[in-house]
Structures are given as structure tokens and as C-alpha cells.
Nanobody, 116 residues
């Protein structure tokens, strides 16, 4: 059964840091480009960062320089290190494959709340 399990969210003050983790099944992770997405209340889910299967990364401008995406292929785990967090980063964060055809069912996500 395909599962995506995000963890590591929490409540932090602006300027703080969090490290998100996403445990996945091999079918979604192995050999695929993987991404972190976020959804704020009342808004759609959008891409935050992605990492290719062979390493190259991409960040949306809003998080570039503050967030770092990484992957551990041995454990099928995706990470997102978030530094210098801002209130506008508050959202539920999800992971999944970058390409829609490679995605599994969306997990529960992990909530990040950043206070001013």
C-alpha cells in the first residue's frame, strides 16, 4: 500500500527553524523526482521545492535561500530544512512525487505555524 507520512511540523516564532520529514513507499519515491508542497487555509496546494532523482533542486522564490530539500534514497525519505521561517510560511506541508502520474495518495500533511 502506498503511503506518504509527513512529520516534523510545529509552532515556531518568526526566524525559527523546523525540519520536515516524509517517509514514503518505494513505489512513489524510488527513481522519481520528489517535491514538497504546502497549502495555507483558503488556498490551493502549491509546490515549494523539488529534488530530482539524481540531485538537482528547485525552490520557489518565496523560500529560496531559506529552505533546503534533500532525500535519502536508502530509506525512501524526503526532508525539508526550513530556516528563518516567516508567518507567511504557515501552512500544511505535504510531500509527493513531482509528476502527477507518479504520485501516490496525498498524506495527512504536517502543520507548520509561524508566529510574528
Amino acid at each position: 500500500q502506498v503511503q506518504l507520512v509527513e512529520s516534523g511540523g510545529g509552532f515556531v516564532q518568526a526566524g525559527g527553524s523546523l525540519r520536515l520529514s516524509c517517509r514514503t513507499s518505494g513505489r512513489v519515491f524510488s527513481g522519481n523526482h520528489m517535491g514538497w508542497y504546502r497549502q495555507a487555509p483558503g488556498k490551493g496546494r502549491g509546490l515549494v521545492a523539488h529534488i530530482s532523482r539524481d540531485g538537482p533542486v528547485f525552490y520557489v522564490p518565496a523560500v529560496e535561500g531559506r529552505f533546503t530539500i534533500s532525500r535519502d534514497d536508502a530509506s525512501n525519505t524526503l526532508y525539508l530544512q526550513m530556516n528563518n521561517l516567516k508567518p507567511e510560511d504557515s501552512a500544511t506541508y505535504y510531500c509527493n512525487a513531482l509528476l502527477p502520474l507518479k504520485r501516490g495518495p496525498w498524506g495527512q500533511g504536517t502543520q507548520v505555524t509561524v508566529s510574528a
